[in-house]
């Protein structure tokens, strides 16, 4: 394998960016400069062409001339040579400057025409960068810096633009364009700016160089400390971007710190290179002692380190500059100068504001616009030159090891020197402006193994790149002295970007497990706009030419390339590997292009046969000694599964097939098994049938390649033929490949037996294949099921006929593994159908060969009668039995439900799914179909009493019934077939808890949902067994409602009203409404084990809160037993639902009461906004009992209580009630329910809340009559005249009300009276007639206090009949009410006249 260039991106716009840096410059003046360019080299170029004879170059040059011809006239011209490029190492953002304009081309993925992502290069930011008037650009980097996240595997986290400029300043650049820092180093231009990173040590002798970053001026060189840069141009950035968040202006940065040397004895310096510090050995040193100080000249102990710098230019040609560590400390006296200046600046701005000082700012802001002053540099003289009077140097690049560097000059000639000795140790002649790079190549893993040096570290190689851009030529060279590897035609105008480093900010401890993706050398062509990069491989660094391991890689890398190659016909690709195959000499090698070659998708299976089998004819003709045997063990084995394949793949496009009649013995009564089980089936393969997504690759007919079929058998030394099981999908595509055909009827079934039993296969593998693909392709066999179980039952017959197959020594009374295997996979798979079918087919097989033994053996029929047949029979029945079951799960959900992916059943995870596996299986299949708990209910009782209800009538209903009824009424037919089927296992009780407790588990996933909660309680109250129904709400309680509760509860005391959503989501974890939907669920979950544990206990109706303190002593109503059907009584798992429940211990019922209290009062208090804190209604007693174990007996509160306390439940309660009433809608309304049942709605506007209010009255000692007289007044108030006559019935008080209410009758008649905007005549009369008492008494009502004053005046005449019936003679009012009897009917009388 040779070098190669290849594209690893592209680049936009780049005829945009040449017109933007050269929209000043006149299209003549440039058509004028690249004439005279083309035109400069004259001399014939025929000799160095005619010795490339590299194909891939001629093709590149051809299709770069094709694209430079596609490509705009503008864009072709040499335009790049005249700016200021830097690339990345990164290869994600490329700067090209001009004079004081700048480009910055990020890099961006999109997607070409053919679909494929490929990274291009688009302008993100252009502008002029100058700042300083008359001032360009001369030298630009791009340095990538480091991450310091601990997830980074080595990108780059951002990139910074370092900018020289001729006046002097170097200026630091964002991505996008943001200064974020500007430093004035030196006065004179800015030559060469060039970066140092952080290189991990190959070797434990390597000096650890630091980063830095050098700026080289005509007469000095600057250093800056990489680890200081770093840490400064990060701060800068996010000073910048908070600026920018903020909207304030930038604080200027406080100058680097850095360190200058004059370089003197040189006359001009054009480029240098910062090799980083060395340290000398000792004789070295003392060479160099001797030659300096002369004789007697003194040696330090210890070489000092020292920092050398190699500059180019003239006088001498190349210089030589060493400066001894810790001798020059950075330069910070400018520092101090800034903040001086700033200071004084400061105080003469302060002083001038006082003392009006401020004519002279004109002046002030001149002298702010004077250049810093520029520190000295430290003088550093030459240590020693290569001098060459005529001789210029150009540019000088550094190698990556820091060792070798190549150095351009006005001769045409590339000088390669040593640094370590300061020689020239090789030179080219003939590359005038050339432009130099190098390269670095690690040694392939695949190399080091067949290296002696196996465990050394591996090896690199270096190269030199040269670009001739005269002769448009781009060479490489293996160094030192190696030859040239590798030549390539380029254009002309190219540009050759090297960067030399990587990422900023790196160290030996941030590097580790970092994967570096940088790009060493890029040739940029401006007339294609594609930046390629070199590709060399290791072993062209060999020295030896007849490298034996060299000359084998490349030949295995050359097959790997036309393997790749897709536009090889077969029989080029077979000639090829052949001789490949043939050349290499290495056994290990030729091993791995044989399975290179094995291993391929595009080599078709002649090809693979014929080349095996020539590599395995040319290992037998050799000497026994010199063939390894692996590689001839590997050649044989590979020819015989080779040759399996092409049996099998024959007998598959056979045309004849077999007649299956000599096993129609064993095949009677299947017939009518199928038509017994057809219905279910026919149901099965209609739900399962439904379209879903696919991908062509992952489709079973999909023809199974050599390859593929090569990777999963392998061949042992004795012949026998193993078959890998890897993963499911390629063991069932092998099954596939095997045994479809004769499933389908399209393949001789012996024939294909009997070859898989030639090829050393074992019966149980090829047992194991064929019932994966019958499982897999259920659809298909359902299609067909009659051809498809016959054909089973032949391979099945044929297989258990084979050597191996079932033990002669099987005892018929025992379990045979060969059928125990069939069954078992059959009890694992999830395809009921497909499964139950190889279980009817296995057990007709089974029984025919268990008579077949016992005919032989002359025992009698009932003796044939084995424990084989008899696990068939349960395993047929518990198939049946998942089969239905799997029907139901298989049922859609209706649009818009939750519930998530249907669930797949198997009788293996049924049993250990335990007892109750099957209800629970059952149970999420409710909740997806979101089922009401009434319509299950209904469905469980028409299964109990279907055998004595009149079908006439359920056929009529179902006539009348419409479409979507219909599918109701299958789904509950299958709901009922189920129950059928598993009647212990689905009693209602179970189903109904099990239904319950997935209800709440999904309600504890998404607590948003309270409908799932509700939906739980009322699962819960379907339960007819006191036990169950007392386990599981004690079991709901503790696990999921009493953390919830408690929180609310606190954080309600807390805010000491209704909190809003913000606070419950902090607190609760749902929103206020969910809160309140959860609360009213907590009282009827409450109120049932109240009403359980009264029933349990004593038989004690829900509505008597009697206070009695006793354990449930569960004694009168029994226990009961829970059993599973026979055939599944084999359930291993953990206990269902309803063992747990039972399991349970009994509650406190003056506990559980107690929490009742509480939940009634937060959620009266949520559902109205009541302002409360419902902990202090209680006393101390009361607090400790709650959120404790209901099992357990808590001192609870007793006697009477603290009368304030029973004020503020007052307050409460009658809040309560203002709050129902004002709730209500209007005046038309139901009447209240006379008691207190169920909580059947928990919206405010329910009509149980009132009595409710009078149950907690009794029991929190309240006096009801105040509650009932409250209500009556509320409800005249609210206008709700009708309600409230029912109400008063029922107050005890009737004086005291009669007082309320004439306060309230006199407000009425005020308003009628005084306020309405629409007073009659007739009103004004009356008023001027009423006696001055009581026109007093109406002046003072305040009609305000009226949230409906507009009442008829029949109703206000009622409201004063009942006021003189409640009120007695001798009451201080009556009077009153009397008067106000007569104004009402005089006002009424009026307006009906």
């Known amino acids: 394998m040779s070098c190669s260039l290849f594209e690893f991106c592209r680049l936009q716009e780049l005829k945009t960016v040449r017109d933007f840096l050269f929209q000043n410059q006149s299209k003549e003046s440039v058509e004028e400069k690249n004439i005279t360019a083309e035109n400069e080299l004259s001399w014939d170029t025929s000799d160095w062409e005619s010795g490339w004879d590299n194909d891939e170059n001629k093709e590149e040059d051809s299709a770069s001339s094709t694209k430079a011809e596609e490509e705009p006239s503008g864009q072709s011209q040499p335009w790049l040579q005249d700016c200021v490029v830097s690339l990345s190492p990164c290869a994600d953002l490329l700067v090209v400057a001009r004079e004081q304009k700048a480009a910055f081309l990020s890099a961006k993925w999109r997607t070409d025409d053919s679909g494929r992502e490929e990274m291009t290069l688009a302008v993100t930011w252009s502008g002029h960068l100058s700042t300083e008037e008359g001032e360009r650009v001369s030298s630009v980097i791009a340095i990538p810096l480091a991450s310091q996240k601990r997830s980074s595997t080595g990108r780059p986290d951002w990139t910074c633009i370092v900018v020289g400029f001729t006046s002097g300043y170097v200026r630091f650049y964002t991505e996008s364009g943001v200064l974020l820092l500007a430093q004035l180093l030196h006065v004179d231009p800015v030559l060469r700016l060039k970066c140092r990173t952080y290189e991990i040590p190959r070797h434990p002798g390597v ?7 050098s700026i080289l001026y005509p007469a000095a060189l600057v250093t800056i400390d990489g680890f200081s840069l770093f840490q400064s141009l990060r701060a800068c950035r996010n000073q910048v971007a908070r600026a920018a968040a903020a909207g304030s202006d930038v604080v200027p940065p406080p100058p680097l710190a850095y360190k200058k040397w004059g370089l003197q004895e040189m006359d001009t310096i054009v480029d240098h290179s910062s090799v980083g510090v060395m340290t000398l050995c000792v004789f070295d040193q003392m060479k160099n002692a001797s030659i300096l100080g002369g004789f007697h000249a003194s040696v330090k102990g210890s070489p000092p380190a020292m920092s050398q710098f190699v500059t180019v230019g003239t006088g001498p040609y190349a210089g030589f500059y060493y400066a001894v560590e810790g001798n020059s400390q950075p330069l910070l006296s400018h520092v101090a100068l800034a903040v001086a200046s700033k200071l004084t600046s400061a105080l003469f701005n302060a002083a001038s504001g006082w003392l009006g000082w401020n004519k002279n700012k004109n002046e002030e802001e001149a002298a702010q616009k004077q250049k810093p002053k520029v520190e ?3 003088p550093l003289g030459i240590r020693f030159g290569l001098p060459d009077s005529r001789r210029h140097g150009e540019s000088i690049c550094l190698s990556p090891c820091n060792t070798l560097a190549g150095v351009t000059d006005d001769f045409g000639r590339v000088t390669l020197l040593d640094l370590a000795r300061g020689a020239a140790i090789r030179m080219w002649k003939g590359y005038r402006d050339a432009q130099l790079g190098w390269l670095q190549v690690q040694e392939e893993r695949g190399d080091r193994e067949f290296s002696p040096s196996a465990s050394l570290p591996r090896r690199h190689a270096l190269f030199l790149i040269i670009y001739a851009p005269r002769r448009g030529i781009l060479e490489v060279w293996a160094m030192q002295r190696g030859p040239r590897v590798g030549a390539f035609t380029v254009g002309k105008h190219c540009r050759l970007l090297y960067a030399g480093y990587h990422l900023m900010g790196v160290n030996s401890v941030t590097s580790q497990g970092w994967q570096l993706h940088t790009q060493q050398v890029c040739l940029l062509d401006p007339t294609t706009g594609a930046p390629r990069t070199i590709n060399i491989p290791f072993h062209l660094a060999l020295s030896d030419k007849k490298n034996e391991r060299a000359r084998d890689m490349h030949l295995l890398k050359r097959l790997s390339a036309v393997l790749k190659s897709r536009d090889m016909d077969p029989v080029s690709l077979e000639r090829e590997a052949k001789s490949v195959l043939l050349e290499i000499k290495h056994p290990a090698i030729k091993k791995q292009a044989l399975e290179s070659l094995l291993s391929n998708r595009n080599a078709p299976v002649s090809c693979l046969t014929n080349v095996t089998s020539a590599l395995h004819d040319a290992l037998k003709q050799q000497d026994a000694d010199e063939v390894e045997a692996s590689l001839l063990q590997l050649c044989s084995s590979q020819l015989k599964l080779l040759q399996l394949y092409s049996d099998i793949q024959q007998l598959q496009s056979a045309a004849d097939t077999e007649a299956c009649s000599g096993n129609q013995d064993s095949l009677e009564g ?4 199928l038509s017994r089980v057809g219905p279910a089936l026919q149901r099965y393969a209609q739900l399962s049938s439904k379209p879903s997504v696919s991908f062509a690759q992952d489709s079973p007919d999909t023809p199974l390649s050599a390859q593929a079929f090569l990777t999963q058998l392998e ?21 596939n490949f095997m045994f479809w055909g004769c499933l389908c009827g399209k393949s001789p079934t012996h024939k294909v037996c009997d070859t898989l039993q030639l090829a050393g296969i074992s019966p149980q593998q090829l047992l194991s294949l064929l019932m994966s693909v019958w499982l897999q392709r259920e659809k298909e066999v359902l299609q ?29 009374q025992s379990v045979s593994p060969w059928w125990q295997q069939v069954r078992f996979t059959c009890i694992q798979s999830h395809n009921a159908a497909a499964a139950l079918l190889a279980a009817l087919v296995a057990h007709r097989a089974a029984k025919a060969s268990i008579t077949s033994r016992a005919d032989s053996k002359l025992q009698s029929e009932w003796e044939a009668v084995s424990l084989e047949l008899e696990q068939w029979v349960v395993c047929v029945r518990q198939l049946e039995d998942v089969l239905v079951l799997q029907t139901l799960l298989l049922v859609p959900s209706p649009q818009g439900t939750a519930g998530g992916a249907v669930v797949q059943c198997s009788i293996k995870t049924l049993q250990e799914g335990g007892t109750g596996g099957i209800a629970d299986s059952v149970s999420k299949w409710v909740f997806r179909q979101n089922m009401a708990p009434e319509r299950l209910k209904k469905i469980l009782l028409r299964k109990e009493t279907q055998d004595t209800g009149d079908q006439k009538e359920q056929k009529e209903d179902r ?20 129950c059928q089927r598993f009647p212990d296992s689905l009693s209602p009780d179970l189903l109904f808890a099990h239904c319950c407790w997935e209800y709440v588990v999904q309600w504890n996933k998404d607590p948003e949902e309270g409908q799932y909660l509700f939906i739980a309680v009322e699962h819960l109250k379907l339960i007819t067994s006191p036990h169950i129904q007392l386990g599981i709400s004690t079991m709901m309680w503790s696990t999921f409602i009493v953390k919830r509760f408690s929180a609310a509860a606190f954080l309600m005391e807390k805010v000491g009203k209704a909190p809003k959503d913000r606070l419950c989501r902090r607190d609760v974890g749902i929103g206020d409404k969910a809160m309140t939907s959860f609360l009213g669920c907590c009282v009827q979950l409450l109120q049932i084990l109240m009403e359980v544990t009264g029933l349990l206990v004593k038989n004690q109706s829900s509505l008597s809160f009697i206070p009695f303190y006793a354990d449930s002593a569960m004694e009168e ?10 055939v599944w009584s084999g359930a291993e798992g953990p206990a269902s639902i309803a063992e747990l429940a039972l399991e349970q211990k009994g509650v406190h019922y003056p506990l559980v009461q107690h929490h009742w209290l509480l939940a009634t009062l937060l959620h009266a208090a949520m559902s109205f906004s009541v302002k409360v804190k419902p902990l202090s209604l209680f006393d101390s007693k009361g607090k400790n009992a709650f959120f404790r174990d209901l099992t357990t007996i808590q001192l609870m509160p007793s006697g009477d209580m603290d009368p304030g306390l029973v004020s503020l439940r007052q307050e409460f309660l009658l809040r309560v009630l203002t709050g129902w009433v004002q709730a209500t809608d209007d005046a038309s309304c139901s009447s209240p329910a006379p008691a207190f049942t169920s909580l059947p709605s928990d919206g405010p506007k329910a009509d149980w809340w009132p009595s409710l209010c009078m149950d907690l009255g009794s029991l929190l000692q309240v006096n009801p009559d105040i509650l009932r007289r409250h209500l009556v007044c509320e409800l005249y108030n609210q206008g709700l005249d009708l309600r409230a006559e029912e109400a008063i019935l029922q107050v005890e008080d009737k004086e005291v009300l009669g007082s309320h209410l004439l306060v309230l009758t006199g407000q009425r008649l005020s308003y009628s009276l005084l306020h309405n905007q629409n007073q009659t005549q007739a009103a004004m009369e009356l008023l001027a007639r009423l006696p001055p008492t009581l026109c007093t008494w109406l002046k003072a009502m305040d009609p305000s206090e009226l949230r409906c004053p507009l009442v008829s005046l029949s109703k206000t005449s009622r409201l004063v009949s009942h006021l003189i019936e409640m009120l007695p003679e001798n009451h201080a009012q009556y009077s009153l009410a009397l008067h106000l009897l007569e104004a009402v009917e005089v006002l009424s009388l009026s307006n009906e006249d």
């Open 207 to 213: 000096t650890e160089q630091h980063e830095e970053l």
């Open 376 to 378: 000295p540099a430290t």
């Open 670 to 673: 299947i017939e009518e098994e």
């Open 715 to 735: 061949c042992a030394e004795d012949g026998e033929v193993k078959v890998n099981r890897r993963s499911d999908a390629e063991w069932n595509q092998l099954g």
């Open 784 to 812: 067909k099921p009659v051809e498809t179980v016959r054909n089973l039952h032949t391979l099945l017959i044929a297989l258990s006929n084979m050597d191996g197959a079932v033990e002669e020594s099987w005892d018929t």
């Open 959 to 978: 006539e009348e019934a419409e479409k979507c009824q219909e599918e109701a009424d299958r789904t509950a037919e299958l709901l009922l077939a189920v």
């Open 1117 to 1126: 109503i029994p226990t009961p037993e829970l059993s599973v059907e026979e």
